[in-house]
C-alpha cells in the first residue's frame, strides 16, 4: 500500500486538479450535519495529481450551488483501504 498525502502547508507542493463533472436528470437532495438541506444538479468525479507522480481521486463528488466550504464525507472517504488522518495543520490521506 502506497501512501499518499498533501496539505494546505505553503512549503507543500502544489497539487494539480483535474474535474470531470455532469449534470444529473433529476435533483439529489443532500442533508448536512445541521440537518440543512440544500439539491444539487450537478455531479462528478476529482483526481489529485500529487507531486511524486501519483494521484487520487475521489468519485461522486456533488456541486451544491450556494456552498462556500468544501465538504467531505469521511465515511465515503475511508472507503477502499483509504485513511484520512486530520492533525492541527494539514490533512493526511493514505491510499
Known amino acids: 500500500m ?7 502547508e505553503s512549503s507543500h507542493t502544489t497539487i494539480g ?10 435533483p439529489i437532495t443532500i442533508r448536512f450535519g445541521n440537518n440543512g438541506l440544500k439539491q444539487t444538479l450537478d455531479k462528478g468525479q476529482f483526481t489529485f495529481h500529487l507531486p511524486k507522480g501519483g494521484q487520487f481521486t475521489l468519485n461522486d463528488v456533488y ?33
Not at 486538479?17 to 433529476?26: E, G, M, P
Open 17 to 26: 486538479l483535474s474535474a470531470k463533472v455532469h449534470t444529473l436528470q433529476k
Open 63 to 95: 456541486h451544491v450551488h450556494g456552498i462556500i466550504k468544501n465538504l467531505l464525507s469521511i465515511s465515503q472517504g475511508t472507503s477502499n483501504e483509504t485513511i484520512i488522518e486530520f492533525h492541527h495543520n494539514q490533512v493526511v490521506i493514505h491510499h
Open 2 to 8: 502506497v501512501s499518499q498525502h498533501w496539505s494546505n
